[in-house]
């Protein structure tokens, strides 16, 4: 249960640390909310918007943040509160003052580059996605039949990984996962721009969750069948060798995703593979 | 002739669908999304997708009983041809994705396990865990990341569909989009456009819906011209999680498992419900209901939860609607072992044990089967003409709808896991007419005169300036939309009176009028979230009106839609005789209500106010035929009603032989 001592607490502070723009300066804001019962991060941020004033009675443009389900399953509202990275949906308010009395500190996430307050550009994320070929390379979308049989035992160790949501909080949390952010030049065009920051998402490290799609579809039995384009894609720069076994990911993974299992898992066949390529097999 | 292209608004299962099988068949698609496509509402769905399949086959289901599920399910309002289409394509959309690498359960011999929905009597769902939508919208996003790097497919994530944009014959020639972080105005010129935006769910404020569900893309479309069909008709769910953001699903299961729904019999006790005696509190659907108790079937548990917090006053909580649904009488063991994964959800969401204390829970609005009108070419077997310009064209050449934003396939209620279905179909199903309409086409959008484009861009940045200058508005958008929220939530879900929905028509009215003063807190042109809110609040009054306006008009019960003024009555007579006779009168008034009412609800704008017209629906496969769920006198009914049918055919012997005739399951 919820401990009385906080619920009939009035008020609370949050404190957020906000951007205009990317590449601007950052600034702490801090707002004085209501305390209301069932309140999570999400119905903060709501009420500082409807709000429009800071603890010092400033006019202040409510702070941006992304967010879409509030169910935990979409990824979008992933964001730094407290000091540890989650989604915003799931952030009880009577639990983080229970941690931390009186205040809750929010702040974007610091591997990505800021668009704007709590809101972050991770296209870098989906762009790993299609370095590593996350898909099954099915021949089309006419009528073939069902799939291929599969075991209990394997949808049971496939599911887990297939429902990563693509948050960022491995990322966010992991030490060689480095912040890579490009900065649109004045009258660069959108595709330029969009060929400038791909080139340099793809020399840097892929990070787990991208690593852990790769280990999914190399287990899927018609993803299999191109498993070593996976592979190169895993032993080129920023590949799983870019691990640095911290073992931060999975334990701030939402959805208790194995990715370390799968990292270790990504590094044995990459290994066999680049054996086998050695000897020309 | 310079490259077509096809422009598509929406990424969840309908527009990814679409969108790969556009890549394909060799047509050039740009995505426009507000989210990344990944993080689409479809994601939230639980339960899973139905199909006929090799199991249920052997017990004597048939695509055609699960068509005839469906019209039943939807109370006959649902035109038969796309319905028999998709439940004849079901086993087919499924076995596609299971081979695009949805994680399935499996049986033990390894095949796709299935489960039992509602609405039917066979194992038609398969599902992956809990997070079945989950699973299928990542399969296509793979898919469409795949066509994506081979250069077929363009995303525009982050853009907010402004508009189509029509040329003066009224023909859809592309898009006007803007970017949410540069707030870039741009139009897209597109050969044909597919609008696949999904629910209206915000108009209600809070839902089971996404944010991002405002219902803002087919709100444009349709105060452009397109017509919008069937809007009164708004799926409430019985048993959600009443969240200061959101309402989240609490599943069925809960009860099915022996959950006791109960309120205090003193208003707001304000006593811990552990404290309150067994004889202080009301067990209201099991004193309601003694036959059926808590399992009263999902619109009548919604209707009596609804009816207890606002007409009885009897909700839990003073200033927020909820009831108590119990567990706490079932030993833990048990629940952990049949129902950890929802209780789960319960508490990570209210930070509260539901083994201990009583969850509060509080019908939701959670799907509409309402949208945007459609049409669809019919085939000689009743089903639809594959490849045909026609399927699911709205009113206006060139533009499409599909999904959950389309009105066709779930007549007045939507049976569980016939969504999935629905999106995934109706997205694979249009490619093909749509590739054949741009080869019908003589000239392609991007050669049209530039002044079209630029004129659409220069109305829509016009309407954006003016937005953020204004200054000196007396109105904040977030506290109007609550208030819509409320207006809406009382008046036009659950239980629906004339008097309060012309009392709601006017208010819905008076709040947009305050919503044209709305003065922005932020006036800034860099990811401006506000003015973003503020258009799409401004564009959920033409179907939040069509939705109040519709269900005023519309003075029958159907489905979703229940005016207690107009409910058919059940039987009284005790003797048999007497029953018999009361069925004849029950069927003739039945029969007389169907020639009226039976008919799709068709709505245009003209000067801004909903203008409705009735469309007749087609019948042609299924007769319409009673739903008697738990009416007295049901049997008696139904015979009568069945030997009418067959007098009917008789003399009409060209008309379908249904398979399944009345049944009152």
Redesign the interface.
Known sequence: ??SSQHTSAKQFQVRVLRQ??PGQENRWEVYKIDH?????V??VL?RV??K?QTIDGR????V?W???????????CTMVINGRVRQA??A?V??LLEDKPGEIELRPMTKFPV??DL?VD?SRK?RA??RV??????D??N?????Q????G??EE??PL??C??CGCCVEACPQYQKVEVIREAGESDEAFEARKNEAYDNSFLGPAAISQAVL?NR?P??KMNADERLEALKGPGGVHACGNAQNCVSVCPKGIPLTTSIARAGRAVTVYSIKKWFGS | MAQQKVVVVGGGLAGLSASMKLAELGVAVDMISLVPVKRSHSVCAQGGINSCNDQTRQLGDSEWKHFDDTIYGGDFLNHQPPVKEMAYWAPRVIDLMDRVGVTFNRTQEGFLDRRRFGGTLYKRTAFSGATTGQQLLYALDEQVRRREAEGAIRKFEAWDFLGPILDDEGVCRGVVAQSLLTMEIRSFPADAVVVASGGPGLIYGRSTMSMVCTGSAASRCFQAGAKYGNPEFIQVHPTAIPGADKLRLMSESARGEGGRVWVPRTPQDTRAPQDIPDSERYYFLEERYPEYGNLVPRDIATREIFDICVNEGLSVENDRMCVYLDLTHIPREELDRKLSGILEIYEKFQGVDPRDTPMKIFPAVHYSMGGLWAGYERSADGGLVSGSPDNQLTNIPNLYAIGECDYQYHGANRLGANSLLSCIFSGLFVAPGIRNLLSSHKQAASELPSSLFEGAVKQHQERHDLLLGRTGGSENPYLIHQELGNVMTRAATVVRRNDQLAEAYQQVSDLEARAQKCSLSDTGNWTNQNVVFTKALIDMFPIAKSIVKGALQRDECRGAHFKPDFAMPSLKSTDDAGRREEAEGWCDRFAANTDKWLKSTVVSLKDNEPDITYEDIDTSSIPPRPRLYGLVGAEVIDEVWTERLRQKQATQPEAAQPEAVAGSA
């Open positions: 249960m919820i205009d723009g209301e019962p069932d309140m999570n999400i119905s709501q918007a409807a429009g006019a202040s443009s409510p941006a992304d967010c879409s389900c509030l169910e935990e399953v979409c990824g979008s949906c799931s009880l009577d639990r668009v704007r809101c991770r989906f996605l299609q070929k996350a898909w099954v390379p099915v089309g979308y009528d073939m039949g069902a799939g049989k599969q075991s209990m394997e949808q496939s599911y297939a429902q949501m693509s579809f899927n018609t993803g």
